[in-house]
């Protein structure tokens, strides 16, 4: 595929949504066509996006440890959950479906159904081809969703899903909040500013109580208001079991903390990070971290329990990768090498380890997993 040329007819379909809109959009309808328009959007069309040849790495395609690892915490979940099912949403590139039935099956702890919710047509079928390929003998108990099933008891895993969502930008003036939207300029799309909706400024207000203060004039930032409807969604299909979460976020505090006044908005093109979403439209991702005490308040209001919150670090410190690496020595130095430098990525600071958090979240009789019993950063939050 010819990336300048699907680029200009994605910003031609969004020049026409602006043009029908009266002359501009919301920033998060914005992102939702340069993300997901059937054909066109990001993660609709037909680009590698996942490894060394996309845009970026996740910590599946990092490392198998970290499907692994997850594996151990799913199978303790599942043992005090009234199902033996795991779910998947936005399950990429397929690699910790393979990692994580690989390793059940090793624990004697298989899933009589593994469920991938899949928005994507492209990515669904990538994922078939494989698991088809790499665990045939367990094809049969995976599922493929269109939607939300209307019950669900077992484990549902969520790796970088949430950042996904599509946000809204603000800027805080002195006299009110103004929406962030998207125009045509001559040299494609600009920014241009509308007196922020009424659920907008809503949020913004919430925002601003739960800081204790106002934030300057001139604060740029965003805001998740699908996140409260995800969760929403997640937690009325979910009968008994749990909910794990991982994603690159922060506590509301540090994510609208003073000197971040320019928003948690990243795009990732041929790995390289920036934070220009109006460029490369359509064949770059576009995401925003998470603020995790939106969506921890977004699981109380539905009744769901916090088992835990904490960095992937932590997870997986805590959750298993010293089981994992038993057989570390007997490696050959190559691969030893190899898994060294894998394991850095996925824990230390500056790597993944600490941007990236992990939320467990439940419904019914559920026993706090391993993982979460060392550590815990829920009350900062």
């Keep these: 595929m010819d990336s300048a040329a699907h680029s200009t007819r994605v910003s031609e379909h969004i020049g026409m949504r602006i043009d029908a809109a009266g002359g501009s959009i919301s920033f998060a309808e914005f992102m939702h066509e340069a993300l997901y328009a059937p054909g066109l959007g990001y993660y609709a069309a037909g680009t590698k996006k996942f490894g060394e040849a996309g845009d970026f790495v996740t910590a599946p395609e990092v490392s198998s440890v970290f499907g692994r690892v997850l594996a151990r915490q799913i199978a303790e979940l599942n043992g005090s959950a009234s199902a033996n099912n795991v779910m998947e949403i936005g399950a990429g590139s397929g690699k910790l479906a393979v990692d994580m039935l690989l390793a059940l099956q090793q624990l004697d702890a298989l899933p009589d159904s593994y469920q991938i919710l899949e928005v994507s047509a492209d990515l669904q079928q990538r994922q078939q081809e494989k698991l088809q390929s790499e665990v045939p003998h367990l094809f049969d108990r995976i599922h493929w969703l269109s939607g939300m099933p209307a019950a669900f008891s077992g484990v549902i895993v969520a790796n970088e899903v949430l950042d996904a969502l599509p946000v809204e930008r603000f800027v805080r003036r002195a006299e009110g909040a103004m929406q962030l939207r998207v125009g ?68 509301r505090r540090e994510y609208y903390a ?33 603020d995790f005490s939106a969506i921890a308040a977004a699981a109380v209001a539905n009744d769901l329990d916090i088992l835990g919150f904490q960095t992937q670090s932590q997870f997986l410190l805590s959750g298993g990768l010293q089981t994992e ?6 490696l050959p130095p190559v691969e030893q090498m190899k898994l060294t430098s894998e394991i850095k990525t996925l824990t230390l600071p500056g790597e993944m380890g600490e941007n990236f958090k992990c939320m ?14 060392f550590t815990d950063r829920t009350k900062t939050l």
């Design 184 to 251: 045509r300029s001559d040299a494609g799309f600009s920014t241009q500013e509308a007196k922020a909706t009424r659920r907008l400024d809503d949020s913004i207000a919430g925002i601003e109580a739960d800081l204790g203060h106002t934030l300057a004039d001139g604060y740029v930032s965003d805001v998740c208001l699908a996140a409260q409807g995800w969760i929403d969604e997640v937690a009325a299909c979910l009968d008994t079991g749990a909910i794990l979460l991982f994603d690159y976020g922060v506590s």
């Design 258 to 290: 003073v000197d971040r006044s320019d928003g948690w908005l990243r795009c990732h093109f041929r790995h390289h990070a920036h934070n220009d979403p109006l460029i490369n439209v359509g064949i770059q991702d576009i995401t925003a971290w998470v």
């Design 325 to 330: 690496m038993e057989q570390f020595a007997a």
């Design 360 to 373: 467990g979240l439940a419904r019914g009789d559920i026993a706090t997993p391993t993982a979460f019993q």
